[in-house]
């Protein structure tokens, strides 16, 4: 049976990995630790800041540490939801400065459409925050993208590569496991998701790797475009 809903990973998947490695992250160390100073204050910074502290054991008035703590995750590619929430706001900064667009790959929102039209609901779940992913897909090199999806999901319903996550997500969107269909590069990702039953499939994107898929064996259906994915068959 079709499923009723997609859900969507972003890295490696809608969009290339390199986009958010090397104009992102960059942008971000960059100018983070400046923005923090200047916004320390502000509520949405703040509460950040604050989170951060209590996780950290980090005094909030040591502004310097809670910086480069940032800093030190930053380099450490880790999820944490302070650091997402904070990159995303530097993020924003310069999407609106124009200084960069977020890249799609070609194949991807005539199929989102295509998706769509026929009833699908359609999901992001990234480790980026959900801020983070509206503004990818507002600033998008295919322009304004935000109204395919019917919601955006981050680290908040837990880390992507533990079931319970994915159980998460099934009882937030309400449709049974088996009607939902899960779209991620990362195999552990689409374990954790069919661990709970949702349906799967593995973008695979030469462009990222240089992978053959021919060569790979998985449990998941792999494809290496968006044209290559058929509900029909899964």
Same mark, same amino acid.
Request: no cysteine; hydrophobic share 40%; aromatic share 10%.
């Given at each position: 049976?079709?499923?009723?809903?997609?859900?969507?990973?972003?890295?490696?998947?809608?969009?290339?990995?390199?986009?958010?490695?090397?104009?992102?992250?960059?942008?971000?160390?960059?100018?983070?630790?400046?923005?923090?100073?200047?916004?320390?204050?502000?509520?949405?910074?703040?509460?950040?800041?604050?989170?951060?502290?209590?996780?950290?054991?980090?005094?909030?008035?040591?502004?310097?540490?809670?910086?480069?703590?940032?800093?030190?995750?930053?380099?450490?590619?880790?999820?944490?939801?302070?650091?997402?929430?904070?990159?995303?706001?530097?993020?924003?900064?310069?999407?609106?400065?124009?200084?960069?667009?977020?890249?799609?790959?070609? !194949? *991807?929102?005539?199929? $989102?459409?295509?998706?769509?039209?026929? @009833? &699908?609901?359609?999901?992001?779940?990234?480790?980026?925050? +959900?801020?983070?992913?509206?503004?990818?897909?507002?600033?998008?090199?295919?322009?304004?993208?935000?109204?395919?999806?019917?919601?955006?999901?981050?680290?908040?319903?837990?880390?992507?590569?533990?079931?319970?996550?994915?159980?998460?997500?099934?009882?937030?969107?309400?449709?049974?496991?088996?009607?939902?269909?899960?779209?991620? !590069? *990362?195999?552990?990702? $689409?374990?954790?998701?069919?661990?709970? @039953? &949702?349906?799967?499939?593995?973008?695979?994107?030469?462009? +990222?790797?240089?992978?053959?898929?021919?060569?790979?064996?998985?449990?998941?259906?792999?494809?290496?475009?968006?044209?290559?994915?058929?509900?029909?068959?899964?």
């Amino acid at each position: 049976m079709k499923p009723i809903a997609i859900v969507t990973d972003i890295e490696g998947t809608t969009s290339s990995i390199r986009f958010v490695r090397d104009i992102l992250f960059v942008y971000a160390d960059q100018f983070l630790p400046d923005f923090i100073r200047k916004h320390k204050e502000e509520r949405d910074v703040a509460r950040q800041l604050r989170s951060l502290s209590e996780n950290t054991g980090i005094p909030l008035k040591n502004t310097e540490a809670l910086i480069e703590q940032l800093r030190k995750w930053m380099r450490e590619d880790n999820k944490s939801t302070e650091l997402k929430a904070l990159q995303g706001m530097v993020w924003e900064m310069g999407y609106q400065r124009g200084e960069y667009q977020a890249h799609i790959y070609p !194949d *991807v929102p005539d199929k $989102l459409r295509e998706w769509q039209d026929a @009833g &699908i609901n359609l999901y992001v779940y990234s480790s980026g925050s +959900e801020k983070a992913q509206r503004l990818f897909f507002r600033y998008s090199v295919f322009g304004d993208l935000r109204l395919l999806f019917a919601g955006h999901f981050d680290t908040s319903i837990g880390p992507k590569q533990d079931p319970q996550s994915y159980q998460n997500l099934v009882d937030w969107i309400a449709l049974p496991p088996a009607d939902i269909l899960f779209l991620s !590069d *990362v195999e552990a990702e $689409l374990d954790a998701a069919a661990a709970v @039953g &949702i349906k799967t499939v593995w973008v695979l994107r030469p462009q +990222e790797s240089g992978t053959d898929i021919t060569k790979l064996r998985s449990k998941h259906p792999m494809v290496t475009s968006f044209k290559d994915i058929n509900l029909e068959a899964l």
